[in-house]
């Protein structure tokens, strides 16, 4: 037994002499998903990922002004995209991890319709959206209400998060009746987590392709190659569909 003992303790060292730690910014609609793979991502190879979550278009001025951040997992496609042209990002390391859906959301049991009908209602107060211009998932709210030619009988009732996370914030709590948010905030496993929505038709917006790319920070740190790595893995992917997403 201290033979074994002794085996599993060399193993155990070998598997995480190497591990390092990766800086990453997380687009606020992924914070859950990310959460848990960065557990998983930490059991698997020993590296650990810090996190931090937020608007995409922030990131993007903060990465260009010096922040630490090794990883970028975005909103969309073409936020690592700008950050590649302009050198920020490591060539040809950008990759889809994920295409994200809208849903019309309220806490409220069917309250929120199949076809999203209760917009025409005007049978509330509220509706948050995230800020159009710093979050993908907000312009994709604009973009649908436009789309449903309801721009000017809406606007009045707008209340606009800082960021996705604010926007499910506003309508998990009440403070607004209706929210348009990411599927993955309101999904698990094939069903909404509590309340009624509306998966809008990817139809009606652009796509919502987010992108990871690494940045120019993390080109020589392994631990930022591994998570990029593991994204593509068949473990990774599950969990990412598990909260509605396409991979």
Known sequence: ????????????????????EVQVAVAANFAGPMEKLAEQFQRDTGHKAVVASGATG?????????APFEV??????????RLEAEGHAVARSRFTYAVGRLVLWSAKANYVDATGAVLRTGDFKHLAVANPKTAPYGAAAVAVIDKLGLTAR?????????????AFQFASTGNAELGFVAQAQVWRD?????????????????????DAALLTRGAKNPA????????????AKALIRAYGYEV
């Open 224 to 235: 930022a190659q591994a998570l990029l790595d593991y994204l593509r893995t068949d473990k």
């Open 58 to 66: 922030k990131f993007y001025a903060q990465i260009r002004n010096g």
């Open 190 to 210: 094939g069903k909404f987590t509590a309340g009624s929505g509306w998966i809008v038709p990817a139809t009606m917006h652009v796509p919502i392709r987010q």
């Open 154 to 166: 809406l606007q009045p009732r707008l209340v606009q998060g800082e960021n996705i996370a604010q």
């Open 72 to 81: 970028l997992l975005s909103a969309d496609d073409e936020t690592p995209a």
């Open 1 to 20: 037994m201290k033979y074994l003992a002794s085996v599993l303790a060399v193993v155990t060292c070998l598997g995480t002499a190497h591990a390092g």
